[in-house]
């Protein structure tokens, strides 16, 4: 498994629901209690996230971990 072509679907994965939600990258970064920064890494596939970051991007999306993960591809 390349763990930065995982990295790199996971930050496009969240940017689309991001922009689903009509969101900008500092909305979220607020309602997350991020960094703009930071946040703006994980889109771009730069850092590996831990659990506890996933399940705070989850909820400044107002959905659930399930969901955010919902149609996220593992790449080859």
Do not use: W
């Not at 946040?39 to 399930?66: C, H, W």
């Amino acid at each position: 498994m390349n763990k930065d072509a995982v990295l790199e679907a996971f930050g496009k994965h969240l940017t689309q629901i991001r922009k689903e939600r009509k969101l900008s990258i500092h909305q979220l970064a607020i309602a997350c209690d991020m960094e703009y920064s930071h946040l703006q890494r994980i889109e771009k596939g730069k850092v590996n996230i831990v659990l506890i970051t996933l399940l705070t991007i989850a909820q400044g999306l107002e959905m659930s971990p399930e969901e955010l993960l919902h149609g996220f591809k593992t790449p080859k």
